[in-house]
T-cell receptor, first 115, second 113 residues
Framework: GAGVSQTPSNKVTEKGKYVELRCDPI?????LYWYRQSLGQGPEFLIY????????DSGLPNDRFFAVRPEGSVSTLKIQRTERGDSAVYLC?????????????FGPGTRLTVL | KQEVTQIPAALSVPEGENLVLNCSFT??????LQWFRQDPGKGLTSLLL?????REQTSGRLNASLDKSSGRSTLYIAASQPGDSATYLC????????????FGTGTSLTVIP
């Protein structure tokens, strides 16, 4: 079946603009995660959804970042008033659940560049 | 906070060699540990997942072990091939309710033909 997909694959924006990044998880996966990866670093956790609700948003760096998952499937990560430091690859992952045996499956990422 | 370290940061080996990648973590109260590979400009591909109650997992030429008490996991790759060249990342999950995943910075592997 289809894997996790993310759109757009690349996004270039100007400082101060608003951006939305989309994630389509694997069908039936209840858990969805957003990560941010800077060059040469491992992914950094941002937020986790179980179903429609954000179960853990402790990784969001500040209130300019917000994510939704209104129907428990597709998720959108929203960044307001973008800053150059927001430039990174934003990765989405989904999982069938949160049991110890449940793997995370990652999408290809969205590369965000803030000029 | 869980700190995850991967050593070495980079590794270059001739084709055919067996090799070991290391991952260490500071908090032994983990839920599970997952190894991934990442090709340049791509997302992460899951390789192996070890649950906290397990000691090792195997898939083909890959074998991952987990020693919670010492805070370590190793990924063993047998008979390395040029196609194994990638960055290998380990990720540790702390608990079911918190669900925080912590990643290391990765080991960049180059297998020389």
């Amino acid at each position: 079946g289809a894997g996790v997909s993310q759109t757009p694959s690349n996004k270039v924006t100007e400082k101060g603009k608003y951006v939305e990044l989309r994630c389509d998880p694997i069908s039936g996966h209840t858990a969805l995660y957003w990560y941010r990866q800077s060059l040469g670093q491992g992914p950094e956790f941002l937020i986790y959804f179980q179903g429609t609700g954000a179960a853990d948003d402790s990784g969001l760096p500040n209130d300019r970042f917000f994510a939704v998952r209104p129907e428990g499937s597709v998720s959108t990560l929203k960044i307001q008033r973008t800053e150059r430091g927001d430039s990174a690859v934003y990765l989405c992952a989904s999982s069938p659940g949160t049991g110890t045996g449940h793997e995370q499956f990652f999408g290809p990422g969205t590369r965000l560049t803030v000029l | 906070k869980q700190e995850v370290t991967q050593i070495p940061a980079a590794l270059s080996v001739p084709e055919g060699e067996n090799l070991v990648l290391n991952c260490s973590f500071t908090d032994s109260a983990i839920y599970n540990l997952q190894w991934f590979r990442q090709d340049p400009g791509k997302g992460l591909t899951s390789l192996l997942l070890i649950q906290s109650s397990q000691r090792e997992q195997t898939s083909g030429r890959l074998n991952a072990s987990l020693d919670k008490s010492s805070g370590r996991s190793t990924l063993y790759i047998a008979a390395s091939q040029p196609g194994d060249s990638a960055t290998y990342l380990c990720a540790v999950r702390r608990s079911n309710t918190g669900n925080q995943f912590y990643f290391g910075t990765g080991t960049s592997l180059t297998v020389i033909p």
